[in-house]
C-alpha cells in the first residue's frame, strides 16, 4: 500500500517560513517524481513545485520563485517544500504527490494534505 503522509502545515504571520514534509511508503521513491500541489478555497489544485527522480531538475509555479524550494532526500523517502516569504495568497492546503511512468503506463499517488494559512 503506498501512503503519502505530509507534515508541517501551520498558521504563519505573513513574511514567515515553513518547511512542508511529505513521507513515502510502500513505492520505490528514488523513481518517482515528486510534486507539491495546492488548493485554496474555491479554487482548483495548482502545482506548485516539482523535482525530478534524481532531484537534479525542479521546476516552481511563477508565483513562488525564488521563495520557495522543493528538496527531496531519498535515502529518507521524504520530500520538503520550505516555503519562505510567505504571503496571504499561499494559504491553501497542500498536497503531495509522487508520479512515474512505467512503459506506456503513468502511475501516480496523493497524500491527504495539509493546511498551510497565512494571516495576520
Known amino acids: 500500500q503506498v501512503l503519502l503522509v505530509e507534515s508541517g502545515g501551520d498558521l504563519v504571520q505573513p513574511g514567515g517560513s515553513l518547511r512542508l514534509s511529505c513521507a513515502a511508503s510502500?513505492?520505490?521513491?528514488?523513481?518517482?517524481?515528486m510534486s507539491w500541489y495546492r488548493q485554496a478555497p474555491g479554487k482548483e489544485r495548482e502545482l506548485v513545485a516539482t523535482i525530478t527522480s534524481s532531484g537534479v531538475t525542479t521546476n516552481y509555479e511563477t508565483s513562488v520563485k525564488g521563495r520557495f524550494t522543493i528538496s527531496r532526500d531519498n535515502a529518507k523517502n521524504t520530500v520538503y517544500l520550505q516555503m519562505n516569504s510567505l504571503k496571504p495568497e499561499d494559504t491553501a492546503v497542500y498536497y503531495c504527490?509522487?508520479?512515474?511512468?512505467?512503459?506506456?503506463?503513468?502511475?501516480?499517488?496523493w497524500g491527504q494534505g495539509t493546511q498551510v494559512t497565512v494571516s495576520s
Open positions: 510502500g513505492l520505490t521513491f528514488r523513481t518517482y517524481t
Open positions: 504527490n509522487a508520479r512515474v511512468r512505467v512503459l506506456v503506463s503513468d502511475y501516480e499517488f
